[in-house]
């Protein structure tokens, strides 16, 4: 059972435009969610992240927003750039000591084409 | 720094056979995990610490183990291994109550013949 769910498995978007990246969690407990971005043959590295407490978060060009009565989040990247291009998997955990015990979702492979 | 460190990069085993899989970090990070990742699963978690001689088992713990003995180090150890553990394996470390942040190693691609 996937409690934390990325539907598209990859995205397209013009440079310069915006990339709009999708998350739908399963789990009411979760209350702490996490974007990380991974380039090929590296690990993934943290971008962003957004608590419950908050319906929006923003870091330069990369704004989250949480919609909890849909159990949904998503990761705005304004302007697109080609180095923006990697997997993006969003994660949830249950309070502090949840951040222990993340659930990632299966990812989404973004591409910027110039 | 040097962050996580994992080792080895690649590695190929016959089923049956036992291998360790390196990681260390230099952050003095009480928190250390290990993932592995799938395709189409996204990354699951394995084991973790949260210092040293304490572990607990993740998500899918089944036919691994590990131990903790110092902070800087967290091996996981595959005794008898299988096809099914044929994956990317990436170590983490995270500094307990100053943020959510884990920070990866560069992973392992582990194949099982």
């Known amino acids: 059972d996937q409690q934390v769910k990325q539907n598209s498995p990859s995205l397209s978007v013009q440079e310069g435009r915006i990339s709009i990246l999708n998350c739908d969690y399963t789990?009411?407990?979760?209350?702490?969610f996490l974007w990380y971005k991974k380039y090929p043959a590296e690990g993934p590295t943290f971008l962003i992240s957004i608590s419950s407490i908050k319906d929006k978060n923003e870091d330069g060009r990369f704004t989250v927003f949480l919609n909890k009565s849909a159990k949904h989040l998503s990761l705005h990247i304004v302007p697109s750039q080609p180095g923006d291009s990697a997997v993006y998997f969003c994660a949830a955990s249950e309070g502090i000591q949840g951040a222990q015990k993340l659930v990632f979702g299966q990812g989404t492979r973004l591409t910027i084409n110039p | 720094n040097a962050g996580v460190t994992q080792t080895p990069k690649f590695q190929v085993l016959k089923t049956g056979q036992s291998m360790t899989l390196q990681c260390a970090q230099d952050m003095n990070h009480e928190y250390m995990s290990w993932y592995r990742q799938d395709p189409g699963m996204g990354l699951r978690l394995i084991h973790y610490s949260v210092g040293a001689g304490i572990t607990d088992q993740g998500e899918v713990p089944n036919g691994y183990n590990v131990s903790r003995s110092t902070t800087e180090d967290f091996p996981l150890r595959l005794l008898s291994a299988a096809p099914s553990q044929t994956s990317v394996y990436f170590c983490a470390s995270m500094l307990l109550a100053s943020s959510y942040e884990q920070y990866f190693g560069p992973g392992t691609r582990l194949t099982v013949t």
């Open positions: 789990n009411s407990m979760f209350d702490y």
